[in-house]
């Protein structure tokens, strides 16, 4: 009986063993049944290097990883701990980089081209010269589409003089100027620590980059101080992120295309920009700590020119409101907004004031409110120095007057809701009275810790308490919100993957 057995079991394990291998050998004819183009739709939806590594799979997927149409290629992915400002690495990752450019950029494709190349390099000598060949020999060979291009600079802006800035902007013009063909299909470009004079930068921006879609500058600028004044009625950008300027301002008279600006963080003291002629600007970004040196200005008046915004967000960092106190004067510039952001409010800071931004806009339908509280930055010195010792509270009043259009809200976002501070419960049910036809409020608890944050060894308990999260705690303030208020939207608690809808 024993002898059976042991013959039953060790058939058993040779058909399971069987099952096995016919399972494998089916898997791997179903994968060998798909085309080329489909694997390398596969191969599309990871990162180049894991795509790379598929190619010892088997002699069909050698070539496949190179015939991807869309490729990256960053200096920041060789770099053996990414940060800005590692010299002594960027030396080791050049190479890398040249030599992952020439691995994907020699190789026989056929017929498959490439869409789409995103290039992250530093302006290094031999390395940049050697990508600047590679890269303009396949755009003159037709292999290369499109170009998004991002050059770097080994120093933070904080540590980049005058001089290093001019240097960096020479070593833009010469790569540029030995490749003129990268020029050609550069639809996206990303520049870091670079001072032009106007002209320059007006001829390399908007002359020369006739295909750019998209433009970048991080810490450029036409010198410290210097007003920006861009006419480009033939320029095709679309999008406009600038981040750390030193300009005085950047006058917009022409940009017909644009369609995006994101601005943050201008370190002179008075409005950052005014506009002209941006027909086809909907989507506005503007994001500044002000110090205590900075002047509120009037948002009326830099929206002017710009009248068919229909998303908006402003961020404060936690510091003072950077804008003058305006009603009725918004009402033209808000005329066709759809959704309003108000970012990085203090935690502790009267809310009702931006009543009287959504009073101007009846027309928004989703509007997200974000507080701000860093524990990190509470009695930091550096901090104290820079933006004061006390906090600077909105000068704005409650709204000093009343749209006679109906509100069209239909979402209410808060993040960084603390029920035991009072101005936190009045706004929100000042919001949901208002707002009629109001479907869905949400609070949320936005407790996203930065490094500086999580570096604490003990972060103290705030004095404003913590986000409700026990039902019968969310179910009670839940019926605070709406006493003495009609409404019929629901009000969602989220916090830690939990979502409560009452």
Not at 291 to 307: C, K, M, N, W
Not at 390 to 409: A, D, E, H, Y
Not at 441 to 461: F, G, R, Y
Request: aromatic residues 8%.
């Amino acid at each position: 009986m024993a002898s059976w057995t042991g013959r039953q079991g060790r058939r058993l394990l040779s058909v399971e063993s069987n099952n096995v291998h016919d399972h494998k050998v089916n898997e791997e004819d179903r994968l060998s049944a798909l085309t080329d183009d489909i694997l390398i739709s596969i191969l599309g939806t990871v990162d180049l290097a894991t795509a790379a590594r598929t190619s010892v799979l088997s002699t069909r997927w050698r070539n496949l990883p190179w015939l991807l149409p869309e490729i990256k290629l960053h200096v920041m992915n060789f770099l053996s701990a990414p940060c800005s400002g590692a010299a002594r690495q960027i030396d080791q990752a050049m190479p890398s980089l040249t030599r992952a450019t020439s691995s994907f950029l020699t190789q026989p494709r056929g017929k498959h081209t490439i869409t789409t190349l995103s290039l992250q390099l530093y302006p290094m000598g031999n390395y940049s010269r050697d990508i600047g060949l590679l890269v303009r020999n396949a755009i003159d060979s037709e292999i290369v589409k499109e170009l998004e291009l991002a050059i770097l600079n080994e120093k933070g802006p904080r540590d980049t003089e005058n001089e290093s800035m001019v240097q960096q902007a020479r070593d833009v013009v010469g790569f540029f100027s030995a490749y003129p063909s990268v020029l050609r299909c550069l639809t996206r470009l990303h520049l870091y620590n670079v001072r032009l004079a106007e002209r320059d930068m007006h001829h390399l921006l908007f002359d020369c980059c006739r295909q750019l879609l998209h433009l970048g500058l991080d810490h450029c600028d036409t010198g410290d101080g210097s007003v920006w004044k861009i006419d480009a009625p033939d320029s095709n950008i679309r999008v406009l992120e600038v981040n750390l300027t030193s300009l005085k301002r950047a006058e917009v008279h022409c940009l017909p295309k644009l369609e995006r600006l994101c601005w943050k963080h201008w370190v002179h003291y008075e409005a950052p920009l005014s506009f002209g002629s941006v027909p086809s600007l909907k989507e506005m970004c503007l994001f500044c700590s002000a110090s205590l040196r900075h002047q509120e200005f009037s948002l009326s008046q830099v929206l002017r020119g710009a009248t068919n915004i229909h998303t908006l967000t402003l961020c404060f960092h936690g510091e003072k409101v950077w804008m003058q106190p305006e009603g009725k004067q918004l009402c033209t510039a808000f005329s066709r907004l759809k959704k309003l952001s108000i970012h990085g409010i203090y935690m502790q800071f009267d809310l009702l004031w931006i009543l009287n931004l959504l009073e101007a806009a009846p027309s928004i339908e989703n509007f997200d409110v974000k507080m701000f509280f860093h524990p990190c930055c509470e009695g930091n010195q550096e901090r104290i120095r820079y933006f004061g010792a006390q906090k600077v509270k909105p000068s704005w009043k409650i709204p000093g007057f009343t749209s006679r259009n109906k509100w069209q809200l239909k979402e209410f976002k808060f993040a960084g809701f603390r029920p035991l501070l009072e101005q936190h419960l009045i706004f929100v049910r000042n919001v949901m009275d208002r707002a009629q036809d109001l479907k869905s409020v949400i609070l949320t608890d936005n407790e996203v810790q930065c490094k500086n944050c999580a570096a604490m060894v003990t972060i103290p308990s705030p004095v404003f308490g913590v986000f409700p999260t026990e039902m019968d705690e969310q179910e009670s303030i839940a019926n605070q919100l709406r006493a003495r208020v009609w409404s019929s939207a629901q009000i969602i608690f989220c916090s830690s993957g939990s979502t409560v809808v009452l």
